[in-house]
């Protein structure tokens, strides 16, 4: 079903684009990412599902030993919800973020109810009647509410789910509301992230991974107008490179045009609307507080082919810290645009605290050729980090991208992050599952086990 | 270390024993029954943990591939959490709620702060007092609050886990602490649970199961004077079998004498203090505004060779539920103290929607040979369920029991019991640990996957 899925997602690809440009103003890199995003993850699950036996539940692990006779034994399961997902979701994918969350509970037989953002939900909302009008899924297995979402959380019980992807403080009202709190529903968030990019304390100006990092932060800055959960937002770099990287970094961001979409000489948008400009502005302010801006302060700033009064576009800013374990605003705002920060570091035991200043974060990259550099940074920071991306001088080019969310590897982070888990694979069944265990006579518990897919395939 | 610990612990178990009967009350089976389960789980994990390799992480699954060529690669890991194990515990089990969440944390090498419940701190504080004196752990791995908990989780961090076990109410104050939410602070939950034990439709008096679940709910009731978070709470019987199963359970419970545990004729014990036995008459108050009282309204009741004045007694009390469906405290209320409820069913759907009222719980029971009635049972309940127990003739006395939690299988349960999960072998390992993704060079994460121990550890 999810391949069918897929393919009429596909059909329409050319429509989402369009919609994309109308209420997103998303030129056509930025409509891909979350459109082909979208059907690329809809299509990997589809592919991977495979790899799942028939069966009304999963199977977990070996048999377990109760009785000296082995005629009373333990075995764990892990069952589908028998309540309904919901998600919660940003604005910033309307696509992706349906299909990314959809996807793993569909194929886990639990029905799915999405609230998407309301500045964007007309992308969602086209989404979902299509994959309705398909009759792909049985009646009832999605459903779309479009608007405030009001109530919702009142009517959620043990047996649901809800998954929210949006700022930390609606995440922490969505999990104090007080009938997820009595009931105890499983909540999966994704929230605020102050990502982290780091340079190798070799990388001199000239190599290849100084370059990549450079093109790198630039391509996060300015895809989808840096309105990425994982978009890098501090770039730590060895202090004695902090001024020379900064140059190169807005040599390049210079040959990049802001402006109307439309326009196919413009290659960065603008923000989603309004209230996102000006929320841009006011963390630039914090920011500004405690670093210097490098580039992007023009009080002239002309977006191309757009009337600035009537349109949302941000300045690509650039920002130099020079005192990253003092700074404050640095590792706490998150300014959703166009935006980043150089933070200077001294060496591995600086590098690790600053980085962990981030407080939880989705995503943190290491370009350097020391591997243990590389290991040791890995070692520092992982457990604060729901993905950790290293690249050196034979990998190149090859790599995923520091913002790119693939399917097959965990998307998600601790604290500041929100601390859910999605993706990673066929682990993204989990949330939709319970584990539970069956103590109980030898030969009925391996009977029903032989009902069942082992979860061994959830990590393949 | 933990077989080291287990030890020092067997070493004074008479000690704790004596601690037991002082603080709770608790005869020689109640003490046992926590002390012995403590060291019991603390000697199961340093068993099992020997299936460990040694390593600074776990890894989970097989390399990913991201590039065509195989040099990019991904691979997922499980990161001890570098914060503390913060633990609540409940006043029913200071020694074994210690050390069922301690030996999972310590392995994991995460160090414990344990805050026991005041009215039964005691037995905690000394079993801490002896692991730290015993020299086995490093300074600082161990530490324990006693008295109120006042600002503890205002000092939490993203690193650290709470892990609570009490009640519902206190549950959401846990979880909506500003600083938990805030910093979205890792919180594991077991709460309150009306669990259930099924007869089947074809036990009729006479039958070895029927006399098995008589004696179970019997065993349930008296043992801590009910005072367990999976004692049976609610008996879900055949309607035609409900006079007959209710006489059998009263004619056993009068030849149990409650009394003072002091005393050799004495098998039922108070419960911990006055406040919880008043908790028990007020439950009760409302359990009989829809149940029928059986046994244990005897307005004359009088412990064995104790002042009811100042003792905490509980007569052990069976009720009777005619209208299960339309009941609402049996499935409600958890009067933490010997009180259970017999509620009719009539067949299987009837059977699975009564149960599922109890709105997540920590364990069920099914006593059948009907292997289809009790697979149906299982896949109706198991979802709202941490642990089914199925007992059929060729089990017989050799299950574990409904309310002993052995260390290899889950512990826990959705909705009001918390959602939290414990035990189940290295499973609990998973609590302390924080999953991540690496992207990088094949050699490089080859190199560091070889430094780490296998998930595949924690489900065999």
Not at 273 to 282: F, L, T, Y
Not at 416 to 430: H, I, K, P, V, Y
Request: aromatic share 6%; hydrophobic share 40%.
């Amino acid at each position: 079903m999810l391949g069918k899925i897929a393919e009429v997602l596909a059909a329409s690809r050319d429509e989402y684009f369009r919609l994309s440009l109308l209420n997103l103003g998303a030129n056509q890199a930025d409509a891909s990412f979350d459109v082909d995003g979208a059907i690329y993850t809809m299509k990997y699950y589809a592919k991977i599902g495979r790899a799942l036996a028939e069966g009304k539940m999963l199977k977990e692990g070996a048999l377990i030993p109760l009785s000296k006779s082995n005629t009373f034994v333990g075995q764990h399961f892990l069952m589908p919800a028998k309540g309904a997902a919901v998600f919660i979701n940003a604005f910033n994918f309307p696509a992706w973020g349906l299909c990314e969350k959809a996807a793993p509970a569909l194929m886990s037989g639990v029905p799915v109810v999405v609230k998407p953002a309301s500045p964007t939900a007309w992308l969602t909302h086209r989404m979902v009647e299509d994959i309705i009008k398909s009759d792909i899924l049985p009646p009832g297995a999605i459903s779309i509410i479009c608007g405030s979402a009001r109530d919702l959380l009142d009517h959620v019980r043990e047996e649901d789910i809800v998954s929210f992807t949006g700022s930390g403080d609606t995440a922490a009202r969505v999990r104090s509301h007080s009938n997820v709190l009595r009931r105890s529903v499983r909540v999966n968030i994704e929230a605020d992230s102050i990502n982290s990019a780091i340079l190798g304390p070799e990388c001199a100006p000239g190599t290849d991974l100084f370059d990549l990092l450079v093109k790198e932060v630039v391509r996060e800055m300015t895809l989808k107008a840096g309105q990425k959960c994982t978009t890098i937002r501090r770039v730590l770099v060895p202090r004695q490179q902090l001024k020379v990287f900064g140059d190169a970094v807005i040599a390049r961001l210079r040959s990049m045009k802001v402006g109307n979409p439309r326009n196919p000489e413009s290659n960065v948008g603008p923000v989603v609307n309004k209230a996102q400009q000006s929320s841009c502005m006011e963390g630039l302010v914090k920011l500004k507080e405690e670093c210097e801006v490098l580039f992007g302060d023009d009080k002239d700033f002309q977006p191309l082919d757009a009337d600035p009064q009537k349109s949302a576009f941000v300045q690509p800013a650039l920002l130099s810290c020079k005192n990253g374990r003092d700074a404050k605003y640095v590792h706490d705002v998150e300014v959703f645009g166009p935006v980043a920060t150089l933070v200077a570091y001294d060496g591995l035991e600086d590098l690790v605290a600053i980085t962990r200043r981030g407080l939880g974060s989705l995503v943190a990259s290491v370009f350097s050729n020391e591997a243990s550099f590389t290991r040791e940074t890995i070692l520092g920071i992982g457990d604060l980090h729901g993905r950790v991306l290293a690249v050196n001088s034979a990998v190149g080019t090859q790599h995923t991208g520091h913002g790119n969310v693939v399917p097959s590897c965990l998307h998600g982070g601790p604290g500041r992050a929100g601390g859910g888990e999605e993706l990673a694979g066929l682990r993204a069944l989990l949330l939709y599952h319970r584990r539970f265990a069956v103590q109980g006579p030898a030969d009925s518990i391996t009977e029903l086990a032989g009902l069942c897919a082992d979860t061994a395939a959830l990590y393949s």
